[in-house]
């Protein structure tokens, strides 16, 4: 007889292990890899790499080489999800497809040198289809069978293959939505804009106007909302010392920032509108 009253528990643990892949893509291969918004210990990095790892996504190398060109080619033919083919090619397409020549070119001449180095990368790089296979999909599923017994083949679709499709499509929402819908506070001129839709299923990752404006900052957000995990996450390594050296745009450049090149939806011009004695 099949036991339904199992599946709360599993769809509770799938959400879990869906915030972990997650964290390793935004905190590791995006914060910290491709932008060096902070620094990590080694112990730090290896978890970084064992959640990547539950993402099933490609490489390490090959993530940061595609986002740094994306930030340094932003909505040109160089930028491998370039928004102006369209937003299913921004979401998918571009996995699907073969890369435009100026893709390949400019990742060529990308400078790689500081991930390529790190022996732990390397390491990961080279066997990263064994360790996806484990974390992403074997690991995660033998845990309720084992723990509350969950039916095999409920957790496997659960948390190996609907995870992995679930997760994979939140992260190319950054790409996708946050290149088409939304304000931009921070610079009109981008493409980019802040999504709570997106941030809400990436762990903040959706304020993506503030992100391609200041992206040396290792927070989704100026602000903290109770879904931004990966900032959530990484400030509780900094309490631990095991991440450090954490980078913040200052507020004065945030401010003239946002009155020089913002879309005027930022709250520091609703504040500007109010009389000058303020009531
Ligand atoms: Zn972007
Ligand atoms: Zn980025």
Redesign the pocket.
């Known amino acids: 007889m099949h036991d339904y009253k199992k599946h709360p528990w599993t769809m509770v643990y799938a959400y879990f292990i869906y915030i972990l892949g997650g964290f390793g893509v935004t905190a590791g291969a995006h914060r910290l890899w491709t932008h060096r918004t902070y620094k990590a210990n080694t112990k730090l990095k290896v978890i970084l790499l064992l959640f990547y790892s539950m993402s099933g996504m490609y490489s390490v190398v090959d993530w940061v080489r595609d986002h740094r060109v994306?930030?340094k080619y932003?909505d040109t033919n160089a930028d491998p999800h370039n928004i102006n083919r369209g937003l299913l090619f921004a979401h998918v397409g571009w996995l699907c497809m073969k890369k435009h020549p100026d893709v390949i070119e400019k990742g060529r001449q990308m400078n790689m040198s500081d991930v390529t180095d790190d022996p732990l990368i390397r390491f990961h790089t080279k066997y990263y289809q064994w360790f996806h296979l484990f974390f992403c999909f074997v690991f995660p599923a033998i845990i309720p069978p084992l723990l509350w017994g969950e039916p095999w083949m409920v957790s496997i679709l659960a948390n190996s293959f609907v995870k992995y499709v679930a997760l994979l499509n939140a992260v190319w929402t950054?790409?996708s939505l946050?290149?088409y819908y939304g304000n931009k506070p921070y610079d009109r001129n981008l493409r980019?804009t802040q999504n709570l839709l997106v941030a809400f299923l990436t762990k903040g990752e959706g304020h993506?106007n503030f992100?391609?404006a200041f992206p040396w900052d290792y927070r989704a957000s100026e602000f903290l909302y109770i879904f931004h995990i990966t900032t959530i996450g990484i400030n509780l390594f900094n309490k631990l010392g095991w991440a450090y050296d954490l980078k913040t745009v200052s507020p004065e450049v945030l401010q003239k920032t946002v009155e020089r090149y913002g879309d005027g939806t930022h709250e520091l011009n609703q504040y500007k509108e109010l009389p000058s004695n303020g009531f």
């Open positions: 994306h930030h932003s950054v790409n946050a290149h980019p993506h992100h391609h």
